[in-house]
């Protein structure tokens, strides 16, 4: 491995980006390495938020080599593997995951063609551009109720889809009923599209509901295969005692259990929007640092 880093920071979003920037402004070598394909592909924008640009590259195994990391880089347009012209190994001290998750929608036919457009998940990342419109909440677990209520503050038209979810309790039905959230019995067979964009669902026995938007609840799987070999695991992410998805476990500085690895954003918090990602990454970046400053210590004393 001739090139060697203080950092390698795996995954160019917002995380990855500020931990990256942290890092360098103390003098690091650091080298931040985006595949490209990051969670909110699909969406026209970011919002809330301003960013930057990074080289592109995807990493393909990591891997402990001593006292240090090797990471392997596929060439882009490579396999996955890192096979193809250009593809190589580069030496790390420390590492920053920043890899992210993806996003399991529920198999509703249609629905993956609209996700990021019509199709969206959160009232703080999309609400505001689908205010007063026909909002749909297709309910496939426990979030479902709490999605509508939060819509609802933003458009009057919220209807709560059963679907395949749990069915409200009596007092979740009173606070739908008093917010004015209607709910629509019935299996969504599949979503409905034109020309100009969402027109509605198609609902078992029911036929068709008018609606401008869909809004879904995700299983929400952290992007962690790369960490595996260096022993760490995914936990499970509950909501109550209903599986939602799952992370990496850290300290609130990005530290995971193998010592010289840091993780930052949605793959150890799939909660974190941009702004709280790139405070994460800022946090871990800075702790990674001060670790690197007390092995030069250590090593010099």
């Known amino acids: 491995m001739e090139e060697s880093y203080d950092v390698v920071v795996v ?29 909110n592909a699909p969406a026209g924008h970011v919002h809330n938020f301003l960013g930057g640009r990074v080289e592109a590259g995807r990493v393909t195994a990591l891997a402990r080599d001593g006292d240090r990391f090797g ?23 420390r590492l920053l995951a920043a890899t992210g998750l993806r996003d399991v929608l529920p198999d509703v036919p249609g629905l993956a063609a609209r996700w990021g457009v019509d199709v969206l998940h959160c009232p ?18 426990p ?3 709490h999605q509508a209520l939060l819509f609802q503050q933003l458009s009057p038209h919220v209807t709560l889809l059963q679907h395949t979810g749990p069915a409200p309790d009596a ?3 009173e606070q739908l009923a008093a917010l004015g959230v209607t709910v629509a019995e019935g299996e969504v067979e599949r979503i409905e599209a034109g020309p100009g964009g969402l027109t509605g669902v198609r609902l ?9 938007a869909v ?15 260096l022993g760490l695991k995914t936990a499970e992410v509950l909501i ?25 954003g949605n793959l150890t918090d799939p909660q974190a929007q941009v702004v709280a990602a790139a405070a994460a990454g800022l946090m871990a970046g800075a702790a990674i640092n001060l670790d690197l400053i007390l092995e030069d210590a250590r090593r010099r004393g």
């Not at 995954?11 to 969670?39: E, F, K, W």
């Not at 799987?221 to 595996?228: D, K, N, P, Y």
């Open 240 to 264: 109550g005692e209903h599986p939602v998805g799952n992370r990496i476990e850290a300290d609130r500085t990005g530290a995971t259990a193998v010592p010289g690895v840091w993780v930052a």
């Open 215 to 229: 809004v879904v609840a995700p299983r929400l799987e952290a992007r962690a295969e790369l960490l595996e070999p």
């Open 204 to 212: 078992a026995g029911h036929g068709h509901l008018a609606l401008d």
């Open 124 to 141: 703080y990342c999309h609400g505001w551009e689908v205010r007063d419109k026909r909002i749909g909440i297709l309910a496939t677990g």
């Open 143 to 145: 979030a479902a109720v």
């Open 71 to 93: 990471v392997r880089i596929g060439a882009p347009g490579g396999d996955q593997r890192g096979a193809g012209i250009g593809a190589r190994t580069v030496a790390a001290r």
């Open 11 to 39: 995954g160019g979003g917002a995380a990855g980006l500020n931990g990256a920037l942290a890092l360098a402004r103390s003098r690091r070598l650091v080298l931040v390495v985006d595949a490209g394909d990051p969670r």
């Open 171 to 173: 007092g979740q039905r």
